[in-house]
Structures are given as structure tokens and as C-alpha cells.
């Protein structure tokens, strides 16, 4: 069975590789969704995959490193498209949650990336 499990950063950032006069070469924010995706065999006595709370304790280490700061200076993000910075987050929380499936990463309503690792 697969749960998951949403939670929102705010980070700046400008992506210094795009040509000079497209909009996100400028210093910008966003309100970032992601969303954990945890699949495995549920506890037969406690009825579930695993713990939401254990999710978010993972998450909350992470967490502290991307919000309200700017991601261009964040170890490994020098270029923080919403791809390379899904990627930087599975990276961190796979060895913490060893169940997660599939994070999506949001960077605005209606623009994201799924990554499976
Ligand atoms: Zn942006």
C-alpha cells in the first residue's frame, strides 16, 4: 500500500545557466509543495505502512537546510532547477525513509517534477 504525505518550503533562487534575459536569471521565490510517496506491506497490528509522524521528523532535517534560504548556496545546488533540487532531496531522505517510492516537487500550481530516483 502506498501513503503519502505533503509539505511546503519557501526558498529563493535564480537559475544562472538560463540566457541573461530570461526572467528566472533574476533572484525569485517560490512556495515549493512536495509530496512523499512511502509504499510497503502494512503492520498488521498497527494497520499501517509506517508512521506520519516518522515522515515528518525525516523530512524536518532536510527541511532545515532549503527553507527561507537561498538554494544557489546550498552544498550541491548551485543550479537549483526544481529537477536537480527533487534529485538533491531524494538523495538526502531515501537513506532516512528506505520505503519511499516517488517524490513530487512543485514549484508553483501548476509546474512540478516526479522523481523515483
Ligand atoms: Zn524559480
Partial sequence: ??????????????????????????MHGHTYRLRLY???????????????ADIKAAWKTIEAQLDHRCLNEVEGLSNPT??????????????E????????????PSAGVVYEG
Avoid: N
Fill in 1 to 26: 500500500m502506498t501513503i503519502f504525505k505533503e509539505f511546503t518550503f519557501d526558498s529563493a533562487h535564480y537559475l544562472p545557466h538560463v540566457p541573461e534575459d530570461h526572467k528566472c536569471r533574476r
Fill in 38 to 52: 512511502i509504499t510497503g506491506a502494512l503492520d498488521p497490528r498497527l494497520g499501517w505502512v509506517m508512521d506520519f
Fill in 82 to 95: 526544481a529537477e536537480h533540487i527533487a534529485a538533491w532531496i531524494w538523495q538526502r531522505l531515501k537513506p
Fill in 97 to 108: 525513509l528506505p520505503l519511499l517510492q516517488k517524490i513530487e516537487l512543485w514549484e508553483s
